[in-house]
């Protein structure tokens, strides 16, 4: 069964870090672009970041740009987000998803990770 | 960066009729790869979002066949022929033709 799990998620305070991970499995992970989106309360979608099958290429939205970095693990299966020095306007679901294309196709979803910043 | 409207921001749908979102945005979304880069998704209450639509009109699989997407250019639509109640929940559009990525602000069916 394809999955995506996200883990890493919680409470912290503003200016803090955390690091999401994403565990992948059913699929070939080093062959696809992966990404995250993020949902906060009551609120739409937000795409965050890319990060190319083989990890050499990123993308942010401006909103994260030089605060969050994406990377890989393939050998491990496992997709990560650092975010630093984060807001109260960080506070999200954040999901994890396949894109299928490389160019948006996000074809698995994961369950997400709920982040809150706040002191 | 490109802005994309989605209209309405919320719909009501008796069962069995059919239902339509338009997604609009700021540039054109047609690639000279040739192909257009505007996708649908669709959150139902407490899941993540699922794929329905890629490029335009392409069905994900095992997208069930009432759902349909059209347009060209700037201009784009979701149909639902027939709505039935598993298809409540809030529906996305979302370009994909350069970075940042941007989705529409969301429309809300629900089933009456």
């Known amino acids: 069964e394809v999955q995506l799990l996200e883990s890493g998620g919680g409470l912290e305070q503003p200016g803090g870090s955390l690091r999401l991970s994403c565990a992948a499995s059913?699929?070939?992970?080093?062959?696809?672009?992966m990404s995250w989106v993020r949902q906060a309360p009551r609120k739409g979608l937000e795409w965050v970041s890319v990060v190319s099958s083989s990890g050499d290429t990123t993308h942010y939205a401006d909103s994260v740009k030089g605060r969050f970095t994406i990377s890989r693990d393939n050998s491990k299966n496992t997709l990560y987000l650092q975010m630093n020095s984060l807001r109260a306007e960080d506070t999200a679901k954040y999901y994890c998803?396949?894109?299928?294309?490389?160019?948006?196709?996000?074809?698995?979803w994961g369950q997400g990770t709920m982040v809150t910043v706040s002191s | 960066d490109i802005v994309i409207t989605q209209t309405p921001l919320s719909l009501s749908v008796t069962p069995g009729q059919p239902a339509s979102i338009s997604c609009r945005s700021s540039?054109?979304?047609?690639?000279?790869?040739?192909?257009?880069?505007l996708y649908w998704y669709l959150q139902k209450p407490g899941q993540p979002p699922q794929p329905l639509i890629y490029?335009?009109?392409n069905r994900f699989s095992g997208v069930p066949n009432r759902f349909s997407g059209s347009g060209s250019g700037t201009d784009f639509t979701l149909r639902i022929s027939r709505v039935e109640a598993e298809d409540a929940g809030v529906y996305y559009c979302m370009h994909s033709i350069l970075f940042p990525r941007a989705f529409g602000q969301g429309t809300r069916v629900e089933i009456k």
């Open positions: 540039q054109s979304l047609l690639h000279t790869d040739g192909k257009t880069y």
């Open positions: 059913g699929f070939t992970f080093s062959s696809y672009s």
């Open positions: 490029e335009v009109s």
């Open positions: 998803v396949k894109d299928a294309s490389g160019w948006g196709a996000f074809d698995i």
